[in-house]
């Protein structure tokens, strides 16, 4: 819980004050102080602290009250002056002190300790081990720079210090604007979810900041973060993030493909994407992202792009069009009293080139062009100087129809030498500049694609689920046998293929009634059947079947065979893995060996919408198959989707299948029938 005396403190105790602005009490006082906050400071320091507008104490026993304390000592320290805080009153605190959990065992136990008295005095605490807090009542960070704050600039949630800054740093040469800042560190007690908790509640339509950027380490409790998150974004804020940790788990082992392409970055991806949140790889990616969320809103896909650099245009349209957006072609008709009013030479097809004798004034006349015809949603101008002339009256024709069209302008300044002054100029009027057209690009397609709120409507197919809980209920840990996989699929309602388990050859010809030729046959035991040569096709007589049963059982660790009546079709995927506290996510893609060689899957967190299944299978690189080509028809998407969805919603209800894989799927135009099942439990 954020308390209000975080937010908004009528006074504030700043333990480890200092006179020297080296060191991090001396710089957070300075802060403060320069920061112009309203209430009572207490500088708390043994040596004296003679600061302009601070009230000097030896002792925390000489404070009056604090709503606030913000702590710069050591961490063995940290504890006994947060009591006396306490019993004074306090219920805010702000940690700077590193040495708790980040640093060895007796600081994880310092960090317990410390976090059960925040808790036992319903107090908030940001920190340990972080830079602090900005917003506009007080700017509490022992760093700079401290960006002017704009009630309506972004909200950023840092778990780390050092980011933080590097990101306001860059961001403030682009002309990105900030409102509040948490730097939460460890984040021992109040973490992103907290804060984004906080945010949500407290979320005024009239006046609370829209635009969200997050640097994270850590996510503890998805399913508040996935709630608070959503919840913003039906607001109508927009979020971007960056996720870093994730490179350990991707090489973990799996016993199942789905757990082999599982990594944590791919849970990251899926979760961000439910929520509508723009996956960010990088600093300069998150502030371009956080730049196209500053100005108006793009409401399709098709983007005109309007420069006098020929090779900035051919990036552009490369990076856009192989994301998703369009750069349409515009017909010589429409534009020709367009190509009039241009210098000879001037290309108006789309990327519109006006060449490097190009003037404000064409550009003016450019910009009107794009406004007012339909085949355009948005505009991206790029315009530098080769340092010949002044660029001044063309920036300044560009804020002016910034200003004045409903459509939204990315401008993309790149002469940040050149035009120097230009650039200053521009930005101090409330603009953004985008250094870098190809970071622009991607950032543009990534932020248009993050429109869709997935998580909402996610209604459970109709499916057998007392049926689904008796079969875990009666099941062991480890993998299920063939039996049990049969009745979990039937009663999720996925049609598998017919199959005869067994263990005596003398079974084989009342099996052979019950199928029609050719058959297949599966050794039972082994995990990996393929690896170890326990898959057996095209049997076409009972004499065949005897020998490859003698085959089969011979190999280390078999159990019995499995018999299967041999289809036709492509082969397709799906497959579940069990991520800790984020649930299950879900995976489809190409079957069979391309499963292994391309890799191209799809994720999504379990349980899904009909719109987010559909999202995951048209992005896959392999999804001409399913649509058809080349005159070859294409598969039943609509049962594929349907199986998708099942998978979502059988890891939902049966939460201690730890690892599924339906690997191959054979699907044609009509139907959609797994051959291959395998199904881990972990209790």
Do not use: W
Request: with cysteine; charged share 20%.
């Amino acid at each position: 819980m954020i308390r209000p005396e975080l937010i908004a403190p009528k006074s504030i105790a700043i333990i480890g004050a200092s006179e020297n602005t080296s060191k991090p009490g001396g710089k957070l006082l300075q802060n403060i102080i320069k920061g112009k906050f309203k209430g009572v400071i207490y500088a708390v320091n043994k040596k004296p602290v003679h600061v302009k507008g601070a009230n000097y104490v030896s002792d925390i026993g000489q404070v009056e009250s604090a709503e606030l304390a913000i702590i710069s000592i050591p961490a063995k320290e940290c504890l006994e002056a947060i009591r006396k805080l306490i019993q004074k009153g306090t219920r805010a605190f702000i940690i700077f002190s590193a040495g708790f959990s980040e640093a060895d065992e007796a600081g994880k136990k310092l960090d317990k300790e410390l976090v059960k008295m925040i808790n036992d005095a319903h107090a908030t605490l940001i920190g340990p081990n972080c830079i602090g807090v900005i917003n506009q009542v007080y700017k509490g960070v022992f760093t700079s720079p401290i960006p002017a704050y704009d009630p309506l600039g972004c909200e950023l949630i840092s778990s780390s210090g050092a980011t933080a800054v590097f990101i306001m740093e860059s961001a403030l040469q682009t002309g990105l604007r900030f409102s509040n800042i948490y730097s939460i560190g460890n984040a021992s007690q109040t973490g992103v979810e907290e804060i984004l908790e906080y945010m949500d509640q407290s979320f005024d339509p009239h006046k609370s900041p829209k635009v969200k950027l997050l640097y994270l380490e850590q996510i503890r409790n998805p399913f508040k973060f996935i709630k608070h998150a959503v919840s913003l974004r039906k607001k109508g804020c927009r979020i971007a993030a960056i996720k870093s940790g994730y490179s350990e788990a991707g090489s973990r082992a799996a016993s199942s493909h789905t757990g082999a392409l599982t990594t944590s970055d791919v849970v990251i991806r899926a979760l961000f994407k439910k929520c509508g949140i723009v996956y960010c790889s990088s600093r300069d990616e998150l502030i371009a992202v956080a730049s196209i969320f500053q100005t108006k809103e793009l409401k399709g896909n098709n983007i005109a792009i309007i420069t006098h650099a020929g090779g900035s245009a051919v990036m552009l349209t490369d990076t856009l069009t192989t994301r998703g957006m369009n750069v349409p072609l515009f017909s010589p008709e429409d534009t020709s009293t367009l190509q009039s009013q241009l210098n000879p030479g001037s290309s108006v097809r789309n990327p519109i080139d006006f060449l490097a004798t190009g003037s404000a004034e064409q550009l003016g006349v450019i910009i009107d062009f794009c406004e007012q015809y339909k085949p355009v949603d948005g505009m991206v101008v790029v315009f530098g100087s080769p340092g010949l002339f002044n660029v001044k009256d063309v920036y300044e024709i560009l804020e002016s129809k910034i200003n004045s069209c409903t459509k939204p302008i990315f401008p993309v300044l790149p002469s940040i030498i050149n035009a120097q002054k230009e650039i200053k100029q521009f930005l101090s009027k409330g603009r953004v500049n985008f250094p870098d057209e190809v970071n622009l690009g991607k950032a543009l397609a990534a932020a248009f694609a993050s429109r869709q709120i997935l998580s909402e409507h996610v209604a459970l197919p109709e499916m057998d689920f007392p049926a689904i809980r008796a079969v875990i209920n009666s099941s062991s840990s480890g993998f299920l046998p063939a039996t049990a996989c049969r009745e979990l699929l039937e009663a999720a309602r996925i049609d598998l293929v017919k199959q005869e388990e067994f263990s005596d050859k003398n079974q084989i010809p009342l099996i052979i009634t019950k199928l029609r030729f050719p058959i297949v046959m599966k050794v039972t035991g082994p995990v990996h059947k393929t690896e170890v040569g326990g898959v057996i096709l095209n049997i076409s007589t009972t004499e065949q079947a005897i020998d490859a049963f003698d085959t089969l059982i011979k190999i280390p660790g078999a159990n019995g065979v499995l018999v299967q009546q041999m289809l036709k079709g492509e082969e397709l995927y799906c497959g579940a893995v069990k991520q800790g506290n984020f649930g299950h996510v879900v995976l489809c893609g190409l079957g069979g060996i391309f499963l292994e060689l391309l890799e191209d899957t799809a994720s999504a967190l379990a349980p899904m919408s009909e719109e987010e299944v559909l999202s995951m299978v048209e992005s896959l690189k392999g999804y001409p198959v399913i649509k058809g080509y080349r005159n070859k028809k294409g598969l039943n998407k609509k049962k594929y989707v349907d199986l998708i969805m099942r998978v979502g919603a059988l890891v939902h209800i049966a939460p201690e299948i730890a690892e599924l894989d339906l690997n191959p799927i054979l699907a044609d135009d009509k139907q959609m029938t797994v051959v291959d099942v395998r199904i881990k439990i972990e209790k």
